[in-house]
């Protein structure tokens, strides 16, 4: 774990402790850590990656400080044990996997493209919150937080919102991995994890009288099809 996440874990834990202490256990059943959120590179060959996968891995930890810091920032408006624990209890673990996984091929992915460079957790831990060096990612963020401090009903939305947006690019991801192994176990669990996540959120919404739950958000986020625990 990099030591700007080490950093916040005394905070995250305080915040931790006052979330806990709402009547909001109910609806937060099942948002917790994931099945598994680890894999040991040692057991993999070092396949070459072409640019696109090079790509595909420097978008997905973005994507993953996306969810992390949004759920954090949105905690802080409307605090919830769902926001908190899927973000320090998955998220962070998120993050961790694709930043190994990152470091393992020496790559930097805060110049894109330009991959002649070398990977360097500096930069990465010091990226302040919010900020991202992928355009789209920037765009995306601002959106949704735009979107979420609403209220905590847009709040628990806008999550809904991260996670199938995070399914979808898995999908392609998983296709441009091709046969290498360590990207394909990185992007199931991944995939996994996001699962898991629309149903945690899905189940807020309905404890919060919004009977749709992410599906009132209409075609393009009802994801009946998504696998349970």
Not at 20 to 25: A, K, Q
Not at 28 to 57: C, H, P, R, W
Not at 96 to 117: M, R, S
Request: aromatic share 10%; hydrophobic share 40%; proline share 2%.
């Amino acid at each position: 774990m990099t030591s700007i996440y080490k950093n916040t874990i005394m905070i995250l834990i305080i915040l931790l402790l006052f979330t806990g202490c709402g009547n909001d256990d109910k609806e937060n059943k099942g948002s917790n850590d994931d099945v598994q959120v680890s894999i040991d590179l040692n057991k993999y060959t070092q396949d070459a990656l072409n640019d696109e996968q090079k790509y595909a891995l420097a978008y997905m930890w973005h994507e993953e400080k996306l969810a992390y810091e949004i759920y954090l920032a949105l905690n802080a408006i409307y605090p919830s044990k769902q926001f908190i624990n899927i973000a320090t209890k998955s998220e962070i673990k998120h993050i961790a996997l694709v930043q190994d996984l990152v470091k393992w091929y020496d790559l930097n992915i805060t110049n894109i493209p330009d991959y002649t460079i070398n990977y360097s957790a500096e930069e990465l831990e010091t990226m302040p919150a919010g900020t991202y060096a992928i355009v789209e990612i920037q765009s995306l963020y601002d959106t949704l937080y735009a979107k979420g401090i609403g209220s905590k009903q847009a709040a628990l939305e806008t999550a809904c919102m991260v996670e199938v947006t995070d399914v979808n690019d898995l999908d392609i991801d998983i296709v441009l991995a091709g046969d290498n192994t360590a990207l394909l176990d990185t992007f199931n669990i991944l995939r996994n994890g996001s699962y898991n996540h629309y149903w945690a959120f899905d189940k807020g919404l309905k404890n919060l009288g919004v009977s749709d739950g992410c599906c009132s958000l209409g075609t393009t986020y009802c994801k009946p099809d998504y696998p349970q625990k």
